[in-house]
């Protein structure tokens, strides 16, 4: 049995500002022996290949050839030289080892009373880890999911960005990017700035990322391992599903209303594109 890993205050905070709001939480997850160099190293050699993207690191341009370091680290290496200045390791949907997935549930398990009755089951958990030398930068970007950051060394800043501001990113930019048409990374003009709310973690410290909620990362001078902790709902699916059937309605000329914020359901438009994905499915 895993213990409480959310305090009460953070329960509250967590409850004021789901599913909509960011909010800045506690964790105690701090010392789990699974979350520890070694053992993500040993994560790192379980998961397939292709759930992890690693960059080995980047050479400062004016660096002396006698200390270019070893350029072919494999992966359990560039963990163990975390330190290194432009590293980074992504290890994605980490449940698939077993242990990993236990934790995984058991976390987002302690949430479930809060999150249930609001956006319905919790689906299609996923974690991921995020092991970043000093000072790399996650850019612009946002994720179908609902998420929790949790900070387990090091620090980082988070900033977020309103996810209804159809200023800054276009309906057409949400439809495309629910049918693989747009990348998730975002084009970032210096004007957002000033909509932008940074938040601030360090270890023991987590953040609620709302679904689609743009955001950047900025790490601190240390290095820095995050868990990220992620499940979809009938609620973000129905969002997803409803900018889908838009992008048709566009294409047949229509100007559509966007997906209504939470506690809008979308629930017309998402059954509609449901039928609609069917009937092609079927031809
Ligand atoms: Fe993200």
Do not use: C
Not at 158 to 185: K, W
């Amino acid at each position: 049995m895993l213990a409480d890993v959310f305090p009460p205050e953070t329960r509250e905070a967590f409850a004021a500002a789901y599913p909509a709001s960011p909010a800045k939480l506690k964790h105690n997850l701090l010392g789990h022996p699974l979350l520890t160099i070694d053992a993500l190293a040993d994560l790192a050699e379980a998961l397939p290949a292709h759930e992890i993207e690693y960059n080995p690191g980047q050479l400062p341009i004016g660096i002396r050839p006698e200390d270019v370091p070893k350029s072919d680290l494999t992966v359990t290496e560039t963990i163990r030289n975390i330190g290194q200045a432009g590293s980074w390791v992504a290890l994605k949907r980490i449940e698939q080892a077993p242990a990993y997935r236990d934790l995984l549930h058991s976390v987002l398990g302690q949430l479930a009373d809060i999150v249930e009755p609001r956006t319905g089951a919790m689906m299609q958990l996923e974690g991921f880890v995020f092991i970043t030398s000093p000072g790399s930068v996650t850019p612009l970007h946002f994720d179908p999911e609902h998420n929790i950051l949790l900070q387990v060394m090091g620090h980082k800043t988070m900033t977020l960005f309103p996810v209804e501001d159809e200023a800054m990113f276009s309906a057409d930019i949400h439809e495309r990017y629910h049918l693989g048409l747009h990348h998730r990374n975002l084009t970032w003009f210096d004007g957002y700035a000033a909509k932008g709310t940074p938040i601030q973690i360090g270890p023991g410290e987590a953040i609620h990322v709302p679904v689609k909620a743009p955001h950047w990362v900025q790490n601190g001078d240390e290095p820095s391992v995050s868990l990220s902790i992620t499940w979809r709902s009938d609620w973000s699916y129905a969002e997803a599903d409803a900018r889908a059937f838009n992008h048709m309605l566009r294409k047949v000329g229509l100007r559509p209303a966007s997906p209504g914020p939470f506690p809008a359901r979308n629930r017309g438009k998402a059954l509609a594109w449901r039928a609609m994905r069917k009937l092609k499915g079927a031809a």
